[in-house]
């Protein structure tokens, strides 16, 4: 007895005239991989030839077929059988699979083939039909041939389907066994299949899709899906088709529609490469309502995706939106938003904005980043909120207002800031000079908001070439709560420095003191100017007190604990005046005068 591979039976030779059949009991076989032999280990099969054919009946548990070639891992099943018969002829070898069978805890496959090798130079032919059930698709990369697959094929297989399962999957292969898979027709190769709980990473970079319920077909060079239900970044799928139409190519589009929380949609964009493309513009929005519908066009490159071309339209509603530190929101937003390759886009975005409605279009700014432009009313109320100064019992009506919000782009080192305008046509302020102005009169106001990383809330303004303003704000529960600023009579250029309060410097034409001195703020005029105020320096064409005017002044005004010091200096007049801070209680007004010279022809 010779040494034989383990666990084969030694076969037998019966002579039946000029022809031998051999037969083989076959229990627990093995035997190892040689050039395109496969391995093979545990078979129990029994096995009947002779030179015009033989059969291969299987019945195995515990097989594993080791196909380096072929696999990357050895195909471990729990149980095998079927039958292979093949016979010679005049027209070659014949090979013929039937009712083939191996199941795993991973899949359960069902199979049938037929191939032909002619004896001439004639290409040899297959035809396999398969039917795989209950693929566990964690594990889909043990089983992809990737002895027949591109490189590029087999990479986003790898990384893109990461788990779900395939209740039923069917292969239909026909055609000449050189010149697969068919890119150019002459055969037939298609592998459909439905999935059930699919996380499909698509894409590096891109959000994954996830629950997906899928039809997806390997047809000839091509791959295609219909995605029926899943998860989009958070947006529930209606129906979307992915297709690869050439795989060695690696063009992957997407398009489709879906559905969802207009806050998913901001974290997928966020999440995905687009991230570039709006900058900072959504990084720190908080969307606290609304939905969207959504139609998604994608081109992903799969060997660059750096040269995607990305679509992405969304029709948005109720949308509810604040950014970073800015306290007002843009409520029921809607209208349609889109994002491409290369910009954030809208035209027509309805919402309310501090009350009022507004109009709002997007677009990319030419300087870089992105900016949205608003228009809308300023009534009191709003403008009020806007400035952060309570001024309502010295404002009246509403006028007309545009105005537009910065998105830097990524990475530029610009900042987000917001700018307002309007001409105050309609509205009234009965301030005293120089901001008092009737409704009649057009008057520009513009403003400038900024918001610096400590979290405070800066603006500068300024008011139809009468003054200029800078003011910066504490965000607080109950609202912004004033900490700085300045006025600028006469010209551009305020700014905020280091004192505490309001600082008021500059020249104007005309200052009725005592009007001043009498301001009070809030919606019942609770507030006062000595709430704010820290001092102020100002040149006066033409000043007014007690009834007397005087020309050239400069005057100086401090707080004390419960009065103004006035201290002025003129031709006319030099000296202090101290000023009770409520004048309605009587406390007298004390003039301390170095020098007075009072006007003969005065009304008092």
């Given amino acids: 007895e010779t040494d034989q591979p383990a666990g084969q039976t030694v076969p037998d030779r019966e002579p039946t005239g000029n022809r031998h059949e051999q037969r083989a009991d076959l229990n627990g076989y093995s035997h190892e991989a040689f050039e395109s032999i ?45 039958l292979v018969v093949w016979s010679r002829g005049q027209d070659g070898l014949t090979i013929i699979g039937d009712g083939l069978r191996v199941a795993n805890r991973d899949l359960g496959l069902a199979a049938g083939f037929q191939i032909r090798r002619p004896t001439g130079e004639e290409p040899g032919s297959i035809e ?5 059930s209950n693929l566990d698709l964690s594990r889909i990369s043990a089983y992809l041939p990737v002895g027949i697959m591109t490189t590029n094929l087999t990479g986003w297989l790898d990384s893109a389907i990461v788990s779900g399962s395939v209740p039923m999957a069917t292969l239909d292969l026909r055609g000449p066994t050189k010149g697969f898979p068919y ?7 298609e592998v459909s299949f439905g999935t059930r709980e699919l996380v499909l990473d698509y894409a590096r970079g891109w959000p994954q899709g996830e629950g997906i319920s899928a039809d997806l077909l390997f ?14 970044g958070g947006a529930a799928v209606d129906e979307v088709r992915v297709d690869i139409p050439v795989l060695r190519q690696g063009m992957l589009s997407i398009e489709g529609t879906a559905n969802g929380p207009l806050a998913a949609v901001r974290d997928y964009v966020l999440e995905s490469p687009l991230r570039s493309t709006v900058g900072t ?37 109720g949308g509810h939106v604040l950014y970073g530190n800015v306290r007002n929101p843009l409520e029921d937003a809607n209208g349609r938003l889109t994002v491409d390759t290369h910009a954030v886009r809208a035209e027509g975005i309805t919402g309310v904005l501090l009350g009022e409605p507004v109009v709002v279009d997007i677009g990319p700014y030419e300087g870089g980043g992105t900016r949205a432009y608003v228009s809308g009313v300023a009534t009191r109320k709003s403008l009020v909120e806007v400035l952060g100064i309570p001024l309502d019992g010295y404002l009246e009506g509403q006028s007309r207002w545009q105005g537009f919000v910065h998105f830097p782009a990524k990475d530029s080192g610009d900042r987000f800031w917001i700018h307002f305008e309007s001409d105050l046509e309609g509205m ?4 005293p000079h120089p901001l008092e102005k009737p409704a009649a009169e057009a008057l520009p106001l513009t403003l400038d908001f900024r918001f610096p990383d400590s979290g405070l809330t800066e603006w500068t303004g300024e008011y139809g070439g009468r003054l200029s303003a800078a003011a910066r704000f504490d965000p607080t529960d109950d609202g912004l709560r004033f900490v700085a600023g300045q006025i600028l009579g006469g010209g551009s250029g305020a700014s905020i420095g280091e004192e505490a309060g309001l600082v008021i410097d500059g020249k104007v034409d005309r200052l009725p003191i005592i009007d001043w001195l009498g301001v009070r703020f809030g919606d019942q005029r609770e507030g006062e100017l000595r709430d704010l105020l820290t ?14 005017h005087f020309a050239d002044v400069g005057a100086r005004v401090e707080q004390l604990a419960a009065d103004w010091l006035v201290t002025v200096t003129s031709e006319t007049l030099s000296g202090t005046i101290t000023v009770p801070m409520n004048l309605s209680r009587g406390s007298p007004i004390v003039l301390a005068m170095d020098r007075l010279y009072l006007d003969d022809d005065a009304d008092d």
Avoid: C, H, N, W
């Avoid at 030179?51 to 009946?57: H, I, L, N, S, V």
């Avoid at 969307?287 to 948005?316: M, Q, S, Y």
């Avoid at 009234?428 to 301030?431: E, M, Q, T, Y």
């Fill in 128 to 132: 396999l039909q398969a039917a795989l």
């Fill in 281 to 317: 513009a959504l990084e720190d929005i908080r969307i606290e309502a609304g939905d969207a519908d959504i139609k998604v066009d994608l081109l992903l490159p799969l060997k660059d995706l750096e040269e995607r071309e990305v679509l992405i339209e969304l029709d948005i509603s």
């Fill in 219 to 232: 047809r000839g060079a091509g791959f295609s899906a219909v995605v029926r239900e899943g998860q989009l």
């Fill in 38 to 82: 496969p391995g093979i280990r545990g078979l129990t099969a029994q096995v009947r030839s002779d030179p015009q054919g033989g059969r291969f009946e299987m019945d195995s548990r515990g097989l594993t077929v080791d196909l380096p070639g072929l696999f990357r891992e050895s195909l471990e099943f729990d149980e095998a059988q079927g």
């Fill in 183 to 189: 890119a150019d027709g002459g055969g037939v190769f």
């Fill in 428 to 431: 009234a302020v009965s301030l």
């Fill in 535 to 548: 001092r102020i320096d100002l040149k006066v064409d033409q000043a007014y007190f007690g009834g007397q």
